[in-house]
């Protein structure tokens, strides 16, 4: 079975840093480039960053560059989005999602989403 | 990294077909083909529902479908159904970024 499970999720200070993890299995995950997505709650989503298939390659949302930095394991399956200098408004759930088409790094649709991690940054 | 601009709700009634719109601009929609649609419901995971701007993924219902002109995505939903009352978010490929729209919800009457 294709699956993403998110963990990491935990409350932290305003100014703190966590980690969140993305375990991927049931397919081969260096293929595939991946994404985070977030929502707060009551509201929408919005897409916080991307990684290349390989690691070579990454980009993000202005609301978190210079703050965030996504990563992966391809030996390990696994993907990460290190955040750091964490805001209230960065209080959400947490999607790791991967691409549909292999092996490209254009965004064509998210087809694989985990159920997501709580990440709460209040004092 | 502007947000793609849908409508807040629409509704229709069973059997009924909707559409719902999602505008960017030159920089993500009008510039790329690569426009997709998720649907997600109270409590739950996004799913995919259109990809690449009218391709529906294996298993996703053909009154499921997609278009495209300038600017402006489409997502038109036929013959309503009671499950498919939801959020419909859609989001384009913007060069480096892929914002998301700001979500519409659907209910059906």
């Known amino acids: 079975e294709v699956q993403l499970v998110e963990s990491g999720g935990v409350v932290v200070q305003p100014g703190g840093s966590l980690r969140l993890s993305c375990a991927a299995s049931g397919f081969t995950f260096e293929d595939y480039t991946m994404h985070w997505v977030r929502q707060a709650p009551g509201k929408g989503l919005e897409w916080v960053s991307v990684?290349?298939?390989?690691?070579?390659?990454?980009n993000y949302a202005d609301s978190v560059k210079g703050r965030f930095t996504i990563s992966r394991d391809n030996s390990k399956n696994s993907l990460y989005l290190q955040m750091n200098s964490l805001r209230i408004e960065d209080t959400a759930f947490y999607y790791c999602a991967r691409d549909i088409v292999p092996r490209v790094y254009y965004y064509y649709g998210m087809d694989v989403w985990g159920r997501g991690t709580t990440v709460t940054v209040s004092s | 990294q502007s947000a793609l601009t849908q409508p807040a709700s629409v509704s229709g009634s069973p059997g009924q077909s909707i559409t719902i719109s999602c505008t960017g601009t030159?920089?993500?929609?009008?510039?790329?083909?690569?426009v997709s649609w998720y649907q997600q419901h109270p409590g739950k995971a996004p799913k995919l529902m259109i990809y690449e701007v009218n391709k529906r993924p294996s298993g996703v219902s053909n009154r499921f479908s997609g278009s495209k002109s300038g600017n402006t995505a489409s997502l038109t939903i036929s013959g309503l159904q009671a499950e498919d009352e939801a959020d419909y978010y859609c989001?384009?490929?913007?060069?480096?970024?892929?914002?998301f729209g700001g979500g519409t919800k659907l209910t059906v009457l």
């Open positions: 989001c384009s490929y913007a060069g480096s970024s892929s914002p």
């Open positions: 990684i290349r298939w390989d690691g070579g390659s990454s």
């Open positions: 030159s920089s993500d929609v009008g510039n790329y083909d690569l």
